[in-house]
C-alpha cells in the first residue's frame, strides 16, 4: 500500500480546528487531502492526544470522521530508543485499538548516538511484528549522507516506505533540495518508495512563502511521486498560514489509482521495474535496489515553475521548449520509458510559451524474478 495525493501531520488535535470532528473532515475534503498523519504515541509510555485531566481519547471520533470521508487516516509517533521494545508495544497497542491504516517512525537526533542502531533494529522487529501487513513509513533527516550516523538502514528494512522531513527551513531552492534528498534516498540500501513532508510552520523568522509549497507539490508530482505530505495541519489552519494551507488546497493532485507491481515498466533479464511510488517493493527484496545516476557531463535542464526561477527562487524567467532530462538514467530502453511517460504541465505565461513536456516517473528496479 502506498498513499497517494496531498496529507498533512497532525500534532495535537484540541490545536487543529479545536478538536471539532466535524470542521476537520469539512477542511481537509474542501482541499481535497487523501490522507492524514495523527500523533498516537511519544516514546514508551506516553499515549498521545489523550486529555490528561479526563483520559479521553481525543482521536476516535476524529479517525471515524475522516475514514467515513474516504480519507486513509495514518498514525506517528515519535522515539528515542531508549527502551525499544516498549515503544513498539506502544505503538502496537495504539495502532490497533484505534483502527489506523498505517503508521509512521519519527525517530531523531537521539538515534544518532553511538550503538542505537542495534536499538532501531529491536524496535523495528517488535513493531513489524506487532503491525503485521499495515504498511510503515519513516519519518526522518531529508539529507541522509549529511547524517552518516543515523541508523536508516536499520529502520528501513522493515519498512515499505521512507517519508523524509524536505524542511527546507533559512532557503528557497525547493527543487534542488528535493532533488538532492530523493536522489540520496534512493541510493540508501535498502531503498524504499519516497513521500516527502514539505514545510508549512515559521522558525526563527523564516517561512515558507505560498508559492514555494506550490513549487514542492509541482516538483513532487513531476518527479513521479504519487503523494506528499506537510508539517503541521496545527501551524497551516491558523489565520496567518492560510496563504499557505489555500496553496496545497488549490494544488491539483487527486488521490488517482497507485501504480502497483503489474506495471508495464518491464526489462530484460527477469527484472521488475517498478514506479517509484509502487507498492510492489518486497521487504528484503529490496536492498537490491539499482539505481543509475545520469552522467556528470550532461547536466540536468531544469524548466520555469511560475514566474521565480526553478533553482534559486529569483524572479527571472526563461522559455524552454526542450525535454525536461531528470538526473536519473532510465533504466529500461528509452522507447519504452516515452511510451508510458507523465504528461506534467503545459503552460502559458506573460514571458511566452513555458512548457514542461512529459516526465517518466522515477524508476527503481527490484531483484529478483517477475512471476
Not at 496545527?234 to 506495471?263: K, M, Q, Y
Not at 522507447?335 to 524508476?363: C, K, N
Amino acid at each position: 500500500m502506498t498513499l497517494l495525493g496531498k496529507g498533512h501531520y497532525m500534532w495535537q488535535i484540541p490545536k487543529c480546528d479545536g478538536g471539532s470532528p466535524a470542521a476537520i473532515t469539512a477542511r481537509l475534503v474542501k482541499s481535497n487531502a487523501s490522507h492524514v498523519m495523527i500523533k498516537i504515541a511519544d516514546g514508551a509510555s506516553w499515549p498521545y492526544n489523550i486529555d490528561p485531566k479526563t483520559k479521553v481519547d481525543w482521536i476516535p471520533p476524529v479517525l471515524v470522521a475522516l475514514k467515513q470521508a474516504g480519507l486513509a487516516v495514518w498514525g506517528w509517533q515519535y522515539v528515542r530508543g531508549d527502551y525499544p521494545e516498549a515503544e513498539a508495544n506502544l505503538a502496537v497497542q495504539r495502532a490497533v485499538s484505534l483502527g489506523i491504516d498505517g503508521f509512521v517512525v519519527d525517530a531523531e537526533i537521539e538515534y544518532k548516538k553511538a550503538g542505537k542502531a542495534g536499538a532501531a533494529r529491536r524496535y523495528m522487529t517488535a513493531l513489524r511484528a506487532g503491525l503485521g501487513s499495515m504498511p510503515i513509513a519513516l519519518s526522518t533527516y531529508r539529507f541522509p549522507r549529511t547524517h552518516p550516523d543515523f541508523p536508516f538502514a536499520a529502520f528501513l528494512e522493515q519498512c515499505d516506505l521512507a517519508m523524509p522531513q524536505v524542511y527546507f527551513e533559512q532557503a528557497h531552492n525547493v527543487e534542488d533540495q528535493l532533488e538532492r534528498c530523493v536522489q540520496q534516498y534512493l541510493a540508501l540500501q535498502p531503498a524504499r518508495p519516497i513521500i516527502p513532508t514539505g514545510p508549512t510552520y515559521s522558525h526563527g523568522g523564516w517561512r515558507p512563502t505560498a508559492g514555494e509549497v506550490e513549487r514542492f507539490l509541482v516538483r513532487a508530482k513531476a518527479m513521479g511521486l504519487t503523494a506528499a505530505n506537510f508539517w503541521a495541519y496545527d501551524f497551516s489552519t491558523r489565520p496567518s498560514f492560510h496563504d499557505l494551507w489555500d496553496a496545497i488546497a488549490a494544488f491539483d493532485w487527486p488521490a488517482g489509482p497507485p501504480v502497483t507491481s503489474s506495471s508495464p515498466f518491464r526489462s530484460g533479464g527477469g527484472r521488475l521495474v517498478l514506479a517509484l511510488g509502487c507498492t510492489g517493493v518486497e521487504r528484503g527484496g529490496a536492498s537490491s535496489c539499482i539505481l543509475r545516476r545520469r552522467r556528470r557531463s550532461s547536466p540536468m535542464r531544469r524548466p520555469v515553475l511560475g514566474t521565480a526561477d526553478a533553482t534559486t527562487g529569483a524572479g527571472s524567467e526563461h522559455t524552454s521548449t526542450r525535454r525536461w532530462r531528470p538526473w536519473y538514467a532510465p533504466s529500461t530502453p528509452r522507447g519504452t520509458i516515452d511510451a508510458h511517460s507523465r504528461s506534467v504541465a503545459d503552460e502559458r505565461g506573460s514571458g511566452g510559451r513555458r512548457v514542461i513536456q512529459s516526465l517518466p516517473a522515477l524508476v527503481l528496479r527490484a531483484a529478483g524474478t517477475v512471476t
